[in-house]
């Protein structure tokens, strides 16, 4: 039960967290994407700061800390992202979908065996930038999510 108890306070603390953002996104399709994952806060994320961030997300949401993310974990997983999406993607769809298309379980279970590890969740970032950095120039910016 605390692995649970764990897991939704951080999916509630995910979501209050971006809150905020909802007005900015609207107007700026990506902004809300940048608030999270640029950490150096310079207007682009890096493949390193993707990695870095999908590593802290990792943790966040293997409840049950055995090193992976399973079909259950999942669960609240795509919750807290569903619930981003609405709170804060603006209606904007395309780049902001594949965001989040690209966190799940499909998307990172390479070895097709129903869970996700920290290695698999990790190396995943390669692929994820490449759906996101629309103009191949190495990182994810506002632009990227434009029309």
């Known amino acids: 039960m605390h692995s649970l108890k764990k897991t939704l306070i951080a999916a509630m603390a995910l979501a209050a967290s ?3 953002l909802m007005a900015q996104q609207q107007g ?4 809300h994407f940048l608030e999270n994952w640029d ?3 310079n ?3 890096t493949l390193s700061e993707l990695q870095t961030k999908r590593g802290d997300v990792f943790l966040t949401f293997d409840s049950n800390e055995d090193g992976f993310i399973d079909a259950d974990e999942y669960v609240y997983f795509d919750e807290a992202r569903a619930n981003d999406m609405k709170a804060n993607a603006g209606g904007h769809g395309g780049r902001a979908d594949r965001a989040s298309q ?3 379980l499909q998307n990172n279970d390479t070895d097709q065996d129903g869970k996700v ?3 698999e969740f990790l190396g995943g970032a390669v692929a994820w930038m ?4 629309r103009n191949t ?5 506002t632009a990227d999510f434009g029309r």
Do not use: F, I, K, Y
């Not at 700026?28 to 902004?31: C, F, L, Q, T, W």
């Not at 490449?130 to 950095?133: C, K, N, P, S, T």
């Not at 120039?137 to 910016?141: A, F, I, N, P, R």
């Open 43 to 45: 207007g682009e994320a």
């Open 117 to 119: 590890s920290r290695d």
């Open 130 to 133: 490449g759906m996101l950095d």
């Open 39 to 41: 950490l150096d806060a």
């Open 28 to 31: 700026n399709p990506g902004a």
């Open 137 to 141: 120039d190495g990182v994810v910016t």
């Open 18 to 20: 971006v809150a905020p």
């Open 102 to 104: 690209g966190m799940t």
